[in-house]
C-alpha cells in the first residue's frame, strides 16, 4: 500500500483527503467521527467575527438534482456560516486537534474587509493549534449580500489586500479559497499569490437554483413561497472546477502555487484527477453528505492501489502529472485522424448511437434490418458523441488512423507530421513561414 | 369434518381461508411509485426499440417508460391504451419473457431485462384507478357493427369501433363479458375481479351496448345479423374442447381444464372448490399450467402434469414450466395418454412413453389419479361460418372472412399466437378496416 502522507503547504497529513468546509465540518462531534473514520483533514465551518452569531433560515437549506435510481448528482445550499458562537469553535477545535495531533486542522475565516476584523480573528484562532487558515472568498449566497464571500473572491484587488493582512498578522499558512462565479479565475488567484498566499482552494460553489416547484412556481429550495439562489456542488460541478483547476495550473505566472482541489470530489479516481491536475491535497463536501464519513475507506484504498500500480511512492509522484498535456485548442494536432470503432461481440443493439448520429450529427452510422450498427468511415467525423451516448462501457472507441492511410472522408492521406490551426491555411491569422 | 391434501377422492376445503387467500394472490405484486421510478430508469430508450417490435400491439414501451420516469404515468397509460386497450390485462398476461422482455436490450447486456409488464400495469394501474377513461368518441356515424363474443379481439374491436363513432352491439354467450380474460385465466394473474373492472371500464367509452347470454348458432345466426348490422366482427374464440379419444373418457372425474379453471375464476369461496388428491392433467399449453398450478395451490396432494412430447416443444413458455415446477407440479414429457382405468369413476390413467415423433416405445406406466384434467387444446365451436382455414375462420388482410361485411379475429381466426395480446391487436386492426369499409 503506497504512503499516502502528504505534505501540503508545510501541513501534513496521513492522507491528502480533507473535508472541505461545510455543514460536516461545524461541531466537534462531527468533526471526531471524520477523523474516526480516516479523514486526512478537515477545514472548520467558516468562523464569522466576534458577536451575535449568524442565523440561518428555518426552512430548507439545499435542494438537489437527481440522475438515474435518485442518484444525488448536484446538490445547492443556501447555509450561511457556522451560526454557532465563535468561542463555542474556538474552544471545540482546541480540544480537537490537541486529540488529533497528526491530523490537519485548518480554520476557514470570513469577516468584513477591514484589517482590524481581520487581526483580531487571527489572533483568536491563532490560539486553537490549527495548521492553518483557509480565507472564504466564496460563499455565493447571503454572506455575499453583506459584502463578504464571494463579494470578496470577485474582487482581485480585495483578495490581494485581505491576504496581505492575514500574512502580515499571523504566521499561519494561509490558504485563499477562490469562487467560481466569476469570469477569468485566474485574476483573483494571481491577486493571492502577490498577496502572499501558501494556496488557493477551488471551487467553492456555483450559484444555482436545482429547480421551481411546478405548483407553487417558487425555486427550489423554497422559503415561504420564494426561493433564493444557493451554491452548487457535488458530481456534477466536477468538470467546471477540473478546468479551473487547470487554468491555475498551466499559468506561467501561477506556477508552483499551490492548489488544494474541490468540486465534487466522490471517489478516489476524482481526488487522483483533481491531483494529476495540480492539487497537491482536495477537499470534498458533497460525498460525505451523500454517503457518510466512511466514503474515506474507499478513497484510501483506491487511491493506495492506483499509485501502487503506477509505481508512484509519494502523493507528489501524482501531482501535477497531467498539466503538461494542457493546451489551447489552437495548438491541438489537426493531423490526428480518428475514426469510431463499434465492437459488435459487445454492442446490445440499443441504437442510440445511431439516433444520435443520424439525428443531431454526421449520419455516420448505419442501421441493418437486424440492427446491426456500423460507422460509415465516409462521414465520420470522430465526434466521440457516440461514445458518450453508448450505455456499454468500451463497446465504441476511436480508432486512430495510421500515418500514410486515407481518411475516406476527406480522401486525404494522414500526415505524420504535427500541424495546428495556427499555421492551417484556412486561418486567416496564420503567419506566413519567413 | 376437515379435510387435507391426504383426503382421498375428490372432494373441497383441503386448505385453510389463509392459506388459500395467500396461494391465490397476486403472482406479481404491483410495483410502488419508488420501485416503478428504479425500473423506469434501467430503459435506455433505445431507437427503434426491440421490445415494440417484439410488442404484437405496438406499444411505444419506450415513450411509456419514459413518461413513468419523469412523472406522468397517466400519460404513459394513454401511449399504452392507444395501442392496447387491454393493456392492463396484457400487463398481467403477457408472456413477456418471451416476447418484450425477451427483445430487450438489457436482457442481451446483462440478462435482466426492463420490467415491462410490470412497468406497465404500474401506469394502466395509475389510469384505471383514477376511473377516468381516455379517449373520447368520434361523432355518431349513424353504422351499426355486431361484435360476436366479448373476449380480448372482440373488446378492443368493438372499443375502436366506438371511439370511431360506430353503434356497436356487443354479444356474449356467457354471462359476463371478458372472455377468457374473465373465465380462462389463473385466478392469480388477475386477482380482485380485475377483469371485470377492466371491462366496466373500457365500455366507459359509450356507443357499446353488451347483450350477455347471446351465442352465434343457438340465439344469433350470421344472416339475421348481416340483415341488422352495417358490419359483424367474429370474436368467438374456441368454444369447443378436443378430447382424447379414449375408452373411458366419461368416467367420473375426467374433467376438462377449461371448466376447472372457469368455475376457480367465478368461485366467491375456495373453500368450496373441489379438487382431487392425486391429480393429473394431460397437456402442455398455459391452459394445463393453469389448471396444474392451481390444482396444487387448492391442495391437492399429488398433481402431475403429462405432455406427449418434449419440453421443448410444450406451448407453455419456460417461465411458466419454472412456475408450475416451483409450485411442486410434476411434469412428466414423452408420454402419450392410452387408458383410463376405474369402475365409474377414475383410478388411474395409462400412459406410453414415446419420442417426440409420438413413436411408441411400448413402456407404460400408470399414475393413480382421482381427478384428470384434459388441457390438450380448443376447437372452433359452431356451424355457418364462414370459410375455415384448417380449423378456424380463414381471414385475409384485417381480419377479413370470405363473407362479405364479416371480419374476424382473436383465437377463432387462423394463423396468430393465441394470445390475448395478439387478439387485442387483431380486434384492433379490424375495427380499422371495418372503419374504413364503413366510412368510404
Redesign the interface.
Known amino acids: 500500500m503506497a504512503d499516502l502522507t502528504t505534505n501540503f503547504i508545510g501541513i501534513t497529513s496521513p492522507n491528502p483527503f480533507w473535508l472541505a468546509s461545510a455543514p460536516p465540518t461545524d461541531k466537534e462531534y462531527n468533526v471526531r467521527r471524520a477523523f474516526e473514520a480516516g479523514w486526512g483533514g478537515v477545514v472548520w465551518k467558516t468562523l464569522g467575527e466576534e458577536g451575535p452569531p449568524v442565523v440561518n433560515v428555518n426552512g430548507p437549506r439545499y435542494g438537489a438534482i437527481w440522475g438515474a435510481d435518485r442518484r444525488l448528482l448536484g446538490l445547492n445550499n443556501i447555509e450561511l456560516i457556522t451560526d454557532r458562537p465563535l468561542q463555542t469553535n474556538l474552544d471545540e477545535m482546541t480540544r480537537v486537534k490537541k486529540d488529533y495531533p497528526d491530523r490537519a486542522l485548518i480554520a476557514s475565516l470570513m469577516v468584513p474587509v477591514n484589517e482590524d476584523s481581520w487581526k483580531s480573528i487571527l489572533d483568536r484562532v491563532l490560539e486553537t493549534g490549527c495548521d492553518g487558515v483557509e480565507l472564504n472568498f466564496g460563499c455565493p449566497h447571503g454572506m455575499s449580500e453583506r459584502g463578504m464571500g464571494s463579494a470578496v473572491g470577485q474582487v482581485p484587488e480585495y483578495v490581494g489586500q485581505v491576504t496581505e493582512w492575514c500574512k502580515k498578522h499571523s504566521n499561519l499558512p494561509v490558504i485563499v479559497k477562490l469562487t467560481p462565479n466569476i469570469t477569468d479565475v485566474r485574476k483573483p488567484a494571481q491577486a493571492a499569490k502577490d498577496g502572499g498566499a501558501d494556496a488557493v482552494s477551488l471551487i467553492n460553489t456555483i450559484n444555482s437554483i436545482t429547480s421551481v416547484n411546478l405548483d407553487s412556481f417558487a425555486p427550489e429550495p423554497t422559503i415561504d413561497g420564494k426561493g433564493a439562489h444557493g451554491g452548487y456542488c457535488g458530481p456534477a460541478v466536477k468538470p467546471i472546477a477540473l478546468n479551473m483547476v487547470a487554468e491555475i495550473a498551466r499559468t506561467p505566472s501561477l506556477a508552483g502555487l499551490p492548489i488544494s482541489g474541490i468540486g465534487g470530489i466522490t471517489t478516489w479516481r476524482d481526488a487522483a484527477e483533481f491531483m494529476s491536475l495540480g492539487a497537491g491535497n482536495v477537499q470534498v463536501c458533497t460525498a460525505a453528505m451523500t454517503y457518510g464519513f466512511k466514503i474515506v475507506q474507499e478513497m484510501i484504498s483506491g487511491l493506495s492501489q492506483f499509485m501502487d500500480e503506477k509505481g508512484f511512492t509519494s502523493t507528489d509522484d501524482l501531482v501535477g502529472r497531467a498539466v503538461p498535456n494542457l493546451s489551447d485548442w489552437q495548438h491541438l494536432n489537426l493531423n490526428y485522424v480518428t475514426k469510431a470503432r463499434i465492437d459488435q461481440d459487445l454492442c446490445i443493439k440499443c441504437g442510440r448511437c445511431y439516433a444520435a448520429c443520424e439525428d443531431t450529427s454526421h449520419q455516420a452510422i448505419s442501421m441493418s434490418p437486424e440492427r446491426t450498427f456500423e460507422v460509415i468511415d465516409e462521414e465520420c467525423v470522430a465526434c466521440n458523441l457516440c461514445v458518450n451516448v453508448c450505455p456499454v462501457e468500451n463497446c465504441i472507441t476511436m480508432e486512430e488512423l495510421s500515418p500514410g492511410t486515407t481518411d475516406p472522408r476527406t480522401g486525404k492521406t494522414v500526415q505524420d507530421d504535427y500541424a495546428n490551426w495556427t499555421t492551417h491555411p484556412n486561418n486567416p491569422g496564420t503567419c506566413a513561414a519567413e | 369434518m376437515s379435510h387435507s391434501a391426504l383426503t382421498p377422492g375428490i372432494t373441497s376445503g383441503r386448505l385453510s381461508e389463509d392459506d388459500l387467500a395467500r396461494n391465490f394472490s397476486d403472482l406479481h405484486p404491483p410495483l410502488d411509485p419508488h420501485e416503478a421510478?428504479?425500473a423506469a430508469?434501467?430503459c435506455?430508450?433505445?431507437?427503434?426499440?426491440?421490445c415494440i417490435t417484439a410488442c404484437p400491439t405496438d406499444i411505444d414501451i419506450p415513450l411509456f417508460i419514459r413518461q413513468i420516469a419523469t412523472g406522468t404515468p397517466e400519460a404513459a397509460a394513454r401511449t399504452i391504451l392507444t395501442q392496447n386497450i387491454l393493456g392492463g390485462m396484457c400487463a398481467r398476461v403477457c408472456p413477456t419473457e418471451t416476447l418484450c422482455e425477451q427483445a430487450c436490450?438489457?436482457e442481451?447486456?446483462e440478462g435482466k431485462p426492463v420490467l415491462i409488464g410490470q412497468l406497465q400495469r404500474y401506469a394502466t394501474d395509475t389510469l384505471q384507478a383514477a376511473g377516468t377513461h381516455p379517449f373520447a368518441r368520434a361523432p355518431e356515424t349513424g353504422k351499426s357493427v355486431a361484435v360476436v363474443g366479448a373476449g380480448p379481439a372482440g373488446l378492443a374491436c368493438a372499443h375502436r369501433l366506438a371511439m370511431h363513432g360506430h353503434s356497436v352491439t356487443l354479444f356474449d354467450a356467457r354471462p359476463k363479458p371478458g372472455g377468457l380474460n374473465e373465465y380462462g385465466i389463473a385466478a392469480y394473474k388477475t386477482v380482485d375481479g380485475f377483469a371485470e373492472r377492466e371491462v366496466d371500464w373500457l365500455l366507459k367509452i359509450g356507443g357499446i351496448t353488451l347483450e350477455n347470454g347471446k351465442a352465434l348458432g343457438p340465439d344469433l345466426s350470421l344472416d339475421t345479423l348481416r340483415d341488422q348490422f352495417d358490419a359483424i366482427f367474429l370474436g368467438i374464440g374456441l368454444g369447443g374442447v378436443n378430447a382424447l379419444g379414449l375408452d373411458g373418457e366419461d368416467k367420473t372425474g375426467v374433467l376438462d381444464a377449461v371448466d376447472f379453471i372457469s368455475d376457480l375464476r367465478q368461485a366467491s369461496d375456495l373453500r368450496a372448490l373441489q379438487v382431487g388428491r392425486d391429480v393429473v392433467v394431460i397437456g402442455g399449453g398455459m391452459t394445463a399450467i393453469d389448471a396444474a398450478v392451481q390444482a396444487k395451490l387448492l391442495g391437492a396432494l399429488n398433481v402431475t402434469l403429462v405432455y406427449r412430447r418434449g419440453r421443448d416443444r410444450m406451448n407453455a413458455s419456460v417461465y411458466e414450466q419454472n412456475l408450475a415446477a416451483s409450485k411442486g407440479v410434476r411434469i412428466i414429457t414423452n408420454a402419450t395418454p392410452r387408458a383410463i382405468h376405474g369402475n365409474g369413476t377414475v383410478r388411474e390413467i395409462e400412459f406410453e412413453y414415446t419420442d417426440d415423433a409420438l413413436t411408441p416405445t411400448g413402456e407404460t406406466v400408470r399414475i393413480p389419479a382421482d381427478q384428470v384434467f384434459k388441457a390438450i387444446g380448443q376447437a372452433l365451436a359452431g356451424d355457418a361460418l364462414p370459410d375455415l382455414d384448417g380449423r378456424k375462420i380463414a381471414i385475409t388482410g384485417a381480419g377479413r372472412t370470405s363473407v362479405t361485411g364479416v371480419w374476424a379475429g382473436g383465437d377463432c381466426a387462423a394463423g396468430g399466437d393465441d394470445l390475448t395480446v395478439t387478439a387485442v391487436a387483431e380486434g384492433r386492426d379490424a375495427a380499422e378496416d371495418i372503419h374504413k369499409s364503413l366510412v368510404s
Open positions: 421510478l428504479v430508469d434501467r435506455y430508450f433505445c431507437h427503434d426499440a426491440p436490450v438489457r442481451t447486456a
